[in-house]
């Protein structure tokens, strides 16, 4: 949804009332699309900063964006804890942030990074390599009705139950090691496909990654410091993929512009934005992606 994206955030040159370049965050650069982008609408001196998890994302962004000199900074680290982030490098509040949020095309087509049920990998599913607790630590550290949960709540599996109850046992007998022997529990318990063609396996690989990466605690630390991250006339776009995602952005920015007193942040998506058929002809995977977006008002005198 780069087009939206753009329109919504509204990058550009010049300088602030401070003195101070235009800054964006992308707070999930990924290999650098958006921000190339968004770099390149806010020429000459707009400049952004780039967070990843993914040191190998962050390699490839830093190839595909060396052009912009310094004008673009890339930061590895979790966006749960952009206020310190932006803080080690001299930033307080922004003029935009971007938060594109979800599993990368990177990590799911690499079988090595363990996740996605179409190649046989490691059970790791970790965003963050340098992370202690992988997918397969996980899975050992659950018991039936904790992952029976997750699965619920993070992939809206139905069977969850049944699902959590086959994984484990075959884990615990030594017969669950890699993704493919997880697809294999997970067909075990409901057959291959269900309703419109999707594999069976799709939404538990999905609720163990957001276990894994703890992302709907990230999503919830960022939109708890939103307010304060954002400049006056600063703006904010989020991405989304997952409803339980979208459910938390939803809420989140409609009660900050909703709180009593004078008003600081504006809705500037009364309803979630959808990506146009013409996107979805060249990128089906932006099927479910939801766009929402807030702006900080000025301060009141």
């Known amino acids: 949804m780069l087009d939206e ?17 235009h800054v964006v965050v992308d707070a999930t650069v990924g290999l650098g699309g958006h921000a190339e982008a968004i770099l390149e609408r806010s020429s000459p001196d707009g400049r952004l900063v780039g967070v990843d998890r993914d040191p190998a994302a962050l390699a490839l962004a830093a190839e595909r964006l060396a052009r912009f000199g310094d004008r673009c900074v890339l930061v590895h680290g979790d966006f749960a804890e952009l206020r310190t982030l932006l803080a080690a490098h001299g930033l307080g509040a922004v003029d935009g942030l971007l938060c594109d949020l979800g599993v990368s095309s ?4 690499d079988p090595a990074r363990g996740f996605s049920w179409r190649a046989d990998g490691p059970l790791d599913m970790r965003m963050d390599p340098s992370s202690p607790r992988d997918a397969a630590a996980v899975l050992d550290a659950s018991g039936d009705r904790e992952l029976a949960e997750a699965l619920a709540r993070l992939g809206g599996e ?3 139950g049944r699902v959590a109850r086959v994984v484990l046992e075959r884990r615990r007998a030594g017969r669950l090691s890699t993704t493919g022997a997880l697809r294999d529990a997970v067909h075990a318990a409901l057959g291959r496909s269900r309703a419109g063609g999707i594999d069976a396996a799709t939404r538990a690989f999905q609720a163990l990654r957001m276990l894994v990466n703890r992302e709907l605690e990230a999503l919830d630390a960022l939109l708890g410091s939103l307010p304060d991250l954002l400049r006056p006339g600063g703006r904010a776009v989020f991405v989304s993929f997952h409803s339980g995602e979208d459910r938390l952005v939803k809420h989140a920015l ?15 998506t009364r309803r979630a934005l959808r990506p146009s058929d013409a996107e979805l002809a060249v990128n089906p995977r932006a099927r479910s992606a939801k766009l929402r977006a807030i702006e900080r008002l000025a301060e009141v005198a």
């Open 106 to 109: 990177l990590q799911l087509d």
């Open 254 to 268: 409609r009660g900050l512009a909703q709180r009593d007193g004078p008003p600081r942040l504006r809705l500037l």
């Open 158 to 160: 139905r069977f969850a």
């Open 5 to 21: 994206v753009l329109a919504q955030l509204d990058p550009r040159s010049g300088r602030g009332e401070d003195g101070e370049s």
